[in-house]
């Protein structure tokens, strides 16, 4: 699925990540699942070598009530590496809610749904790995479909009702 069809370099991708808006342009039928996979790869990729071991034990040692807003204050420390030039900032801890607003990626592209799906996928994959299996993080809001933001929603146990 991945190398089919296209390649990385007609997509403007010289090395690292392929720009979300050719994939979106050149394989709108498969973009948000191989966002999705590329997501979730990058989560596991921050887990193994981003996140340091001893952070993550000690996080999972915690009250499941108090890792999410923990995990949330270390990722929006640490946003600058995903947001680039979009202000990205925490909106609640309980339950957790991002803003991610000038989202460079989607920049400029007009949908009729959340289309940021590679970062979803990495906030997913990073609760679920530290914080409870069943989380899910949903994005709620887009910059795409003419909200002032992209807004990310944890969905987890340890947010309460």
Not at 12 to 28: H, I, N, Q, S
Not at 50 to 59: E, N, S, T, W
């Amino acid at each position: 699925m991945f190398r089919r069809g296209w390649d990385r370099r007609q997509l403007g991708a010289r090395r690292g990540r392929v720009p979300d808006r050719a994939l979106r342009r050149a394989r709108p039928d498969d973009a948000a699942v191989i966002l999705r996979v590329a997501g979730q790869g990058t989560g596991d990729y921050l887990l193994a070598r981003r996140i340091p071991k001893p952070a993550q034990v000690a996080l999972r040692l915690l009250p499941r009530r108090a890792r999410g807003p923990l995990l949330a204050r270390a990722i929006a420390r640490h946003a600058w590496t995903f947001a680039g030039s979009g202000a990205f900032r925490i909106l609640s801890l309980r339950p957790v809610v991002f803003e991610l607003a000038g989202n460079p990626l989607i920049r400029g592209e007009a949908a009729g749904a959340p289309m940021c799906v590679w970062h979803a996928a990495v906030l997913t994959r990073l609760f679920a790995a530290l914080v409870d299996p069943a989380a899910t993080v949903a994005e709620t809001g887009c910059c795409g479909c003419g909200d002032p933001a992209c807004r990310f929603e944890l969905r987890a146990a340890v947010n309460p009702a």
